[in-house]
């Protein structure tokens, strides 16, 4: 088998290898440099702006960041907003961050658990059906719970598991078991089929062929899935505004929606809880870089 | 390509003594001898049951208890009160507003992705040149792809706010609104309306991006020096050669992008939600209105049907033009 590379894996090799080449061998002149370095430092400076007003804002008092002459950096840096936030009345916001913890990490779990079998299996296996199967992952990748939002509601009701977390763990899984399936169908693909062969001569069952040979070659892909995973549940807003209806179960992102068109809002602690939830999912995006794109466009872009 | 037959002695004698299915067939080789029969797709089961089971129960069947409600009339408080036809349907459409909702829901999609291509077109090509700190610059523009498209809208709905607003603050200091609290762009409709679709493109921004800096790496460095050695200049170049290359990558990153926007709620319920009336509503808010506001799930079904149909469509047309199996 001439083992054709996980297709994302060259989408992003360049940053090192071309850049050095580009610098050493075409001598790009000086001026050229320090204007693409100005062009990069203005979009850096746009797609961050929104989150350092978010910043500055979560240290201003209500005062501050309520008055009418309005300063763009904040005068004083109240730090303890981060701790008086967690009992702002508006909603329960140290449950919110619970609810949002527990359905994102559940429904990871439930996804891996789910994909991992079907997406090596898928690689590795011809089987009637196989096409049909990963036909229905690429559909079901293009659907979102937005759209099926009113028959999502209705289900649960009559499963009587509205307003629970299991609901929104099953609901967040299922939308988002394509992109954990196809990330990680290609690189099980991507496995030499000889490395199983050997190691099934030596007498090792599939199941610890899975687990002892292939699953430390794919880790890469598994913790893609993992991150991205986590990150979209963790985001999630449609599904949860529907199925949670008690303010408790709510996530931080259906909550925070209860500021807005307050007579007074609190946006001080609007930012602070927002910062606080967006700067790890930040982090862990920021891990899997390279490979967002393969597993969102199924491979057709590399 | 040079497929590893699974004819060897030793693996088909461990499939005779487990009766496992497709011995190793390697989906790419094609020519791997998997017997197709309904043992090899019972045996396949316990591998990609559990993913049909979520599929199946959370995506599909949630579809045919939608398409089914919206034949229903279903009270208030959730009671099935029976068949009513297409009653659903007629309120849908009858609705004064319906049309005035799906013509904006086409600009929203339309305005929206237009301008993140073409602005992506543009970020692309920055992130593709070498510079110092061009890894920094790239990890910047995730930022909005990770973070939570409702904190994004509520910093720029905050932002908004006439008298306190930090937007409108800058656009008073640099002249462009010229009364000293400010304008309340998020009390009209209109302009409401209008932030909402600058949010939305750049949310979209960073995914599109990406797409293309992934479609510029496959652009052949050989060919983009023969067209320098052509004379080509680097507009010509650009339109001639870099462009035609990205097809396929544009192709993906349009039609994720038309489907997206297309299911946006956040920002819309963020940014128009506190607004009185349906002047700034899209098919996609209309549907969460029609099931929280009004309490009608059944209008909603009929209503969410219209708007499964036009994905189905979309994704019809994706499987089409992309064709994301031919990797397989």
């Not at chain 1, 196809?182 to 007498?203: L, T």
């Not at chain 2, 963020?270 to 509503?281: E, L, N």
């Amino acid at each position: 088998m001439a083992v054709t590379a996980p297709a994302f894996e060259t989408i992003a090799p360049p940053a090192a290898s071309a850049r050095r080449r580009r610098y050493t061998e075409d001598q790009v002149p000086l001026g050229t440099v320090l204007i693409r370095m100005l062009a990069g430092f203005i979009v850096l400076a746009i797609f961050i702006l929104p989150y350092i007003i978010m910043f500055f804002g979560s240290v201003k008092t209500k005062a501050q960041i309520r008055s009418v002459d309005p300063t763009y950096f904040p005068q004083e840096w109240h730090w303890e907003n981060y701790i008086d936030m967690w009992s702002t009345p508006e909603t329960p916001l140290p449950q919110n961050l619970i609810s949002t913890i527990v359905i994102s990490v559940f429904a990871t779990l439930l996804v891996l658990l789910v994909a991992m079998p079907a997406a090596y299996y898928t690689a590795r296996f011809k089987f009637p059906g196989r096409m049909v199967f990963l036909f229905l992952v690429i559909v079901t990748q293009m659907l979102q719970p937005a759209v099926l939002t009113s028959g999502l509601f209705r289900q649960f009701l009559a499963f009587d598991m509205i307003d629970t977390w299991a609901a929104m763990i099953f609901i967040n899984a299922a939308f988002n078991l394509s992109f954990a399936v196809w990330i990680m169908h290609s690189f099980f693909a991507g496995i030499p089929k000889e490395v199983d062969e050997a190691a099934q001569i030596d007498g090792a069952g599939r199941l610890r062929v899975l687990f002892t040979i292939s699953l430390p070659l794919v880790w890469p892909g598994i913790v893609t899935a993992i991150v991205f995973t986590f990150v979209a549940c963790w985001n999630e807003f449609a599904a949860s505004l529907v199925i949670l209806s008690t303010a408790g179960n709510q996530p931080l992102s259906v909550a925070l929606t209860k500021f807005v068109g307050q007579y007074e809002t609190s946006w001080q602690y609007v930012f602070g809880v927002s910062i606080v939830a967006i700067v790890p999912v930040v982090i862990l995006f920021m891990i899997i870089e390279k490979r967002l794109v393969g597993g969102l466009t199924a491979g057709s872009v590399k | 390509m040079s497929t590893t037959s699974d004819a060897s002695p030793i693996q088909a004698g461990a499939a005779e003594s487990r009766p496992r299915p497709g011995r190793g067939t390697e989906p790419k080789g094609g020519a791997g001898g998997a017997r197709p029969g309904g043992r090899d797709l019972l045996a396949s089961l316990p591998w990609i049951g559990p993913a049909l089971i979520l599929i199946f129960g959370v995506v599909l069947f949630p579809a045919v208890v939608m398409f089914y409600n919206s034949t229903r009339d279903i009270s208030i408080s959730g009671v099935d009160k029976g068949s009513v036809g297409l009653d659903n349907y007629i309120e849908v459409f009858s609705f004064p507003y319906f049309w005035p909702i799906f013509g904006r829901t086409i600009v929203w999609v339309v305005v929206v992705v237009a301008a993140t291509v073409v602005i992506s077109l543009g970020l692309a090509q920055i992130l593709n040149k070498a510079f110092p700190g061009r890894r920094i610059v790239r990890l910047a523009v995730i930022v909005p792809w990770a973070a939570s498209v409702v904190m994004t809208t509520m910093v720029v709905y905050y932002g908004l706010e006439p008298y306190f607003g930090i937007i409108n603050k800058f656009l008073v200091d640099i002249g462009l609104v010229d009364t000293p609290e400010g304008y309340g762009w998020t009390r009209n409709p209109a302009t409401a309306f209008a932030w909402s679709i600058v949010v939305a493109i750049f949310v979209s921004l960073p995914f599109t991006t990406y797409t293309i800096l992934a479609g510029l790496q496959t652009v052949p460095g050989e060919v983009l020096e023969a067209a320098k050695m052509d004379g080509a200049g680097p507009i010509r170049t650009y339109w001639g050669v870099v462009l035609p290359q990205l097809r396929s990558a544009l192709a993906v990153a349009v039609l994720i992008n038309i489907i997206n926007v297309f299911n946006s709620l956040p920002i819309l319920k963020v940014m128009t939600g506190s607004i009185p009336g349906y002047d700034a509503d899209t098919i996609m808010t209309m549907i969460f209105k029609y099931i929280q506001n009004q309490h009608k799930v059944d209008v909603a079904s009929a209503l969410s049907v219209v708007a499964f149909i036009i994905v189905i469509v979309i994704v019809a047309v994706y499987v089409r033009v992309v064709k994301p199996m031919k990797e397989v």
